[in-house]
């Protein structure tokens, strides 16, 4: 064997390169994608190997070794994962060390974190067997434990409720020969049968399994309520069934206590649950079961997409237009898009499904790059809601709600059923707008939306950078009717608290459900079916089936459909799409009412007379024009401080390194909510019709940026693929 000495590790430090390291004294091994402890400054910190090497730039008097190797020197991380990780590093501009450890239990992230040993279990030997056939005697706790050990095939957790000192009493035991342990064995899955698959679905289930042996991605494009959580889990049964492993990534809204039972139910096993919020102990547990092969379903948000999985055979994504799959700080990458080069580099499908598929997965669809499964047909069979679009101009208003909307709000509630109230919260860039005549800015130079900043006092096109100072009176109609589109909803709890007197109000929202157990309470309260109101945000518009809700009112959309951001009229479409798709679910036809100031606004027209795969081709010819994505590439380099003047001094600076080529540098320009935590937050925007030359020019940027001395004085990042500016 070829002697290494240095060694290439990856250390949990924002700087964009792995650090060298001399082989520990004893010389004990330390092979790729192992974790080791090292020095680093005054500190010790976890690394992992990526790679040795002959030699090293560093001079070797500089050279330090490495601590000790950890784990006994097992590699946690395979060969391939480790070559994913660095994809991602070198195409999202990343530090590798933030990258790998990021795909790392929080557990193992430091030096005392230990690789749970797998589970045991415990059987009778035969002298054990007779032990039990003889009366039970003074030894009573004994006798109880190899009673369990055959009642529940000796399942560790089955042990530990007995007695005071069960694992004493169980060494007792082993001690007098009476019971050995053994590494628990995997249970296999048990289906259970389904309902009779539509049409659609039999045939999007034809089609994916006749490809599970290689990588191909799949959209399956179907309306709420069609049944693509059905055709997941018979391509689950087919890939479990071949004993390999299952990973389902959801939204953070979407992992729910019910989807879970749903798995569990139909395939007789456990899930993997991997997300950030369960306790450290269950996630290292859950990782080592997937690292290990024994756990054969894996469902996890966001960041379960880098556990290891050494049989894996199909990932799905579910929800895939889901903003939540693109992390928005650190290591700022799309889980959808790391998710299909996971897949083809392991070979296997990928399933994307949606009820309304991004332009970017539409557009793939389109072109015939993406097997694409259509299921139009509710698999229940109930009806899809009507719309109403109410114009506010025509309509007096209590607390942003039209006294149309009230009426049939009442008129629900005699019925007794149930009523949603949506407001559109999302961060879009906030519009002014007069409640008069619907005037909303639009830039003089080029044809963009003026974004509204409001402690400043302006209006901003962020797309050529022009300002100006916000007016008093409406610049149409000379009214003092100016107002954030939008506002005036904060106070519609107690609004309608009051209206409706003696019915429950339940609000869904980031603040009220923080508290332990109140979304599961407001949940069952909404499932007993009794008329009530809920009112709330985006949480509403996900995962939940209210079969009871035949009302759906939707307050503010028209921020969303004057907004700067490009990508703000597919959100909307997708979020009415969702919220529509909340109401009547069973034997009752829904209503949906829009209100808004512009009733004849095209993209709105289009989306509810055609549908959302007309509206979704109509904003990608848009997209197309303007060289937006898909049809273009565009990356942002974000830069804050507290100083304004910093931040614009080091983007100016920036702008002007930027290397020829075919991709733009536009800015710098303020973000769209500009101050934050104390911090002025602006970017550049970088454009390009090519991805590799995007790349390839930021790549040759970067370099001087970070020798640049403003560049010290700002903490700044590049975001590839921006979802949100
Ligand atoms: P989606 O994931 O597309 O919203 P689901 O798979 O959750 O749809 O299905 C919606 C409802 O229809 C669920 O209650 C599900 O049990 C039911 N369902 C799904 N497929 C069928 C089918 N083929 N026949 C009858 N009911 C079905
Ligand atoms: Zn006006
Ligand atoms: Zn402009």
Redesign the pocket.
């Known amino acids: 064997m070829i002697h290494h000495p240095i060694i290439k590790i990856a250390l949990p430090v924002p700087l964009p390169r792995l650090y060298d390291y001399l082989q520990a004294e004893d010389g004990s091994l330390t092979p790729i994608g192992s974790r080791v402890l090292v020095p680093f400054g005054r500190r010790k910190l976890v690394g992992v190997v990526i790679g040795h090497a002959m030699k090293s730039d560093v001079p070797a008097e500089r050279l330090m070794r490495i601590v000790r190797p950890l784990d006994q020197s097992e590699p946690l991380l395979d060969p391939g994962l480790l070559e994913l990780l660095e994809w991602c590093w070198k195409y999202y501009k990343h530090a590798p060390g933030e990258v790998v450890l990021s795909a790392l239990p929080p557990v193992l992230r430091k030096a005392e974190g230990k690789l749970p040993a797998p589970p045991l279990e415990y059987f009778l030997t035969e002298s054990g067997r007779e032990r039990l056939e003889q009366p039970a005697g003074r030894q009573k706790t004994q006798f109880r434990m190899l009673e369990t050990i055959v009642s529940e095939a000796g399942v560790a957790e089955a042990l530990s409720g007995i007695g005071s000192q069960w694992r004493k009493t169980l060494a007792r035991l082993m001690e007098q020969g009476w019971v050995e342990e053994r590494a628990a064995t995997v249970k296999s899955p048990v289906f259970a049968p389904?309902?009779?698959?539509?049409k659609e679905?039999e045939n999007a289930v034809g089609k994916i399994s006749q490809d599970l042996q290689h990588f191909h991605c799949h959209l399956l494009d179907?309306?709420?309520?069609?049944?693509?959580?059905?055709?997941?889990?018979r391509l689950m049964e087919e890939v479990l069934t071949r004993n390999r492993q299952v990973l389902v990534l959801v939204p953070e809204i979407g992992l729910t206590p019910q989807l879970l039972r749903?798995f569990r139910e139909r395939l007789g096993l456990e899930p993997a649950v991997i997300h950030s919020g369960l306790s450290q102990g269950q996630r290292l547990q859950a990782w080592a079961a997937a690292r290990a092969g024994r756990a054969r379903l894996i469902v996890g948000t966001r960041s379960a997409l880098f556990t290891p999985l050494p049989r894996a055979g199909l990932i799905v994504l579910?929800e895939e237009h889901d903003a939540s799959f693109k992390q928005q700080d650190g290591f700022r990458y799309s889980a959808r898009d790391v998710a299909i080069k996971r897949a083809a580099d392991l070979n296997i499908p990928v399933v994307l499904?949606s009820?309304t598929p991004s332009l970017e997965s539409l557009s793939n669809a389109f072109a015939g790059k993406y097997a694409w499964h259509r299921?139009r047909e509710?698999?229940?069979?109930?009806s899809l809601p009507q719309w109403r679009v109410l114009d506010l101009c025509q309509q007096d208003t209590v607390h942003g709600l039209s006294v149309t909307a009230l009426e049939a709000m009442q008129e629900t509630i005699d019925r007794k059923e149930q009523v949603m109230v949506f407001l559109n919260r999302r961060g879009y860039a906030p519009v002014l707008m007069c409640q008069q005549c619907g005037w909303h800015g639009g830039c003089d130079r080029c044809d963009a939306r003026l974004t509204w900043h409001r402690s400043a006092g302006l209006l901003c096109c962020h797309h050529c950078g022009a300002q100006r100072r916000v007016p008093k009176l409406c610049p149409d109609c000379r009214a003092d009717a100016l107002m954030g589109a939008g506002e005036g909803t904060q106070q519609l709890e107690e609004a309608l608290e009051e209206r409706f007197p003696g019915i429950p109000v339940l609000r869904f929202d980031r603040d009220r459900t923080r508290g332990k157990g109140v979304m599961a309470r407001q949940l069952e309260e909404v499932m007993k079916g009794d008329p009530c109101l809920l009112v709330g945000t985006q949480m509403l518009a996900k995962g939940h089936?209210f079969p009871r809700v035949t009302l759906v009112v939707i307050v503010n959309i028209d921020q969303a459909l004057y907004s700067s951001d490009f990508r703000a009229l597919e959100r909307l479409g997708q979020m009415l799409q969702q919220v529509a798709?909340r109401a009547g679910?069973m034997d009752k036809p829904g209503t949906v009412i829009l209100q808004t100031l512009h009733p004849e606004h095209p993209a709105l027209e289009l989306l509810l007379t055609r549908g959302y795969e007309a509206y979704a081709r109509w904003l990608l010819e848009e997209r197309q024009l303007a060289g937006l994505p898909p049809s273009g590439y565009q990356a942002l380099l974000r830069a804050e401080a507290h100083k304004r003047s910093d931040v614009e001094k080091f983007l100016y600076e920036a702008i002007e390194l930027f290397p020829q080529g075919e991709a733009l540098a536009h800015g710098p320009m303020p973000a769209i909510m500009e101050r934050m935590g104390g911090r002025s937050r602006m970017y550049l925007i970088l454009i390009s019709p090519s991805r590799a030359s995007l790349h390839r020019q930021i790549d040759l940027w970067l370099p001087g940026l970070r020798k640049l001395p403003s560049s010290r004085k700002t903490r700044w990042a590049i975001d590839i693929d921006p979802q949100d500016m």
């Open positions: 389904g309902p009779q698959l539509t679905q179907g309306i709420t309520g069609s049944g693509k959580t059905e055709v997941y889990i749903r579910d499904g009820a299921l509710r698999a229940n069979s109930a089936h798709g679910r």
